[in-house]
Every structure is written in C-alpha cells, then in structure tokens.
C-alpha cells in the first residue's frame, strides 16, 4: 500500500503513528500475560519473571529502547492521538502489576505496581543507553524491595 494510502486509511499520519502504537501496545501487553502465564501460580514468581522478560528483550540486537517513550518524547503536541494509546498502554500494565501484587496480598498493590513500572521504564531506557549496566537485574533488585513492603 502506498504512503497516501497509508495514511487516507487511517486519517492522516497521526492516525497511522496511533495506530502502530495501539497494536504494539497490544502484542507487548500480550507478552507481559504470556512471561507471568508461564512462570507459574506465584504472584511473586510472576511479578519478578517481568525483569527477567526485559532482560531478554534488552539482550536482543534489535532492541531501541521502549517504543512507548521514545513516541511520547517525540511528538510534541499534547493532543497527538498516540499519547492517549501510550496512557491507556501504561494504565493496562499497571492493572496486571497490581493484579498481581493484591493476590500477593502487598499492603499497597496501586502504589506498589507505580513503583514496579516505574522499574520497568527505567529498565528498558537503560538498556537503550547504557546497556552495560545490566539494568533488568538492577531493576529486578529493587522490584524485590517493592514486594518484601
């Protein structure tokens, strides 16, 4: 399909840039179902096969960092509709953090899964700019003191 097509298809280039970032956000969110699915029944195991996922995504030769932030840092207008898919992004992902913390039974799970995406931001803008440092184990220290709370 060619550029003009693209776009006419989906409204505009803004159309188009939310779009890719909405089905992003789905198969990404899909991943994060799938690595605490298979990491078994504990909520703890579960929270923390999170960092190791980032780890192995980090690790891959492809990776550019989180495609969530790097969109909310570059389009500049507030308005843009792709900032509204990275939000309702961010809100699912702490949904299924603090999920899992309330059937950890932490004393804060909302605050707790702030913290823990907070990590995971942190994680993945590290493993873009300073790889070396190993940031999904780093991170997956301090989720440990997030859920001892």
């Not at 994060?32 to 078994?40: F, S």
């Not at 504990?42 to 980032?54: E, K, S, T, Y």
């Not at 913390?101 to 994680?123: F, V």
């Amino acid at each position: 399909m060619a550029r003009r097509s693209l776009y006419e298809h989906f409204g505009g280039k803004d159309g188009l840039i939310a779009e890719v970032l909405r089905r992003s956000a789905e198969a990404d969110e899909a991943a994060y179902v799938r690595t605490m699915a298979a990491a078994g029944e504990d909520p703890r195991a579960r929270l923390l096969a999170v960092f190791d996922g980032i780890g192995e995504v980090i690790a891959r030769e492809d990776f550019r960092g989180c495609r969530y932030l790097a969109a909310d840092l570059a389009l500049t207008d507030p308005e843009h509709p792709g900032h509204a898919v990275t939000r309702e992004y961010r809100v699912r992902v702490t949904g299924l953090l603090e999920h899992e913390l309330a059937a950890l039974g932490h004393p804060r799970p909302a605050a707790a899964a702030d913290q823990l995406l907070l990590l995971i931001d942190g994680a993945l803008a590290a493993g873009a700019t300073r790889p070396a440092t190993d940031p999904a184990p780093a991170a997956r220290r301090l989720a440990e003191l997030v859920l001892a709370e």
